[in-house]
């Protein structure tokens, strides 16, 4: 059994920062892809940020509307990745997801850590 666990969403002002993390624990040595999505209210869940071969340091592959101030990073030794968000806008306001696919493909996805960006 897998389970992944976000932490870190809050409140911040239009051009603040703030930094995601994501756990996953249980059986999970063949993680395949491992990330970000978001979905905004009344909106579809859109791609973030994913780490594709994720135990070997993958390269990033990041949403169009993400691309330049936000960064995903991995600590394999700990099954986390990060989230570093920069610049950021009224629109990246959301419920940030973080999920774990296998090599198997099944897939997990974590319950969601809020983000509201507003002055």
């Known amino acids: 059994q897998v389970q992944v666990v976000e932490s870190g969403g809050g409140l911040v002002p239009p051009g603040g920062s703030l930094r995601l993390s994501c756990t996953a624990s249980g059986s999970t040595s063949s993680i395949y892809t491992m990330g970000w999505y978001r979905q905004a209210p009344g909106l579809q869940r859109e791609l973030v940020a994913t780490?594709?071969?994720?135990?070997?340091?993958?390269?990033?592959n990041y949403g169009d509307s993400v691309k330049g101030r936000f960064t995903i990073s991995q600590d394999v030794r700990q099954n986390a990745v990060y989230l570093e968000m920069n610049n950021l806008k009224p629109e990246d306001t959301a419920l940030y997801y973080c999920?774990?696919?296998?090599?198997?493909?099944?897939?997990?996805w974590g319950k969601g850590t809020l983000v509201t960006v507003s002055s």
């Open positions: 999920y774990a696919e296998f090599y198997d493909t099944t897939n997990y």
């Open positions: 780490i594709t071969e994720y135990m070997r340091h993958g390269s990033p």
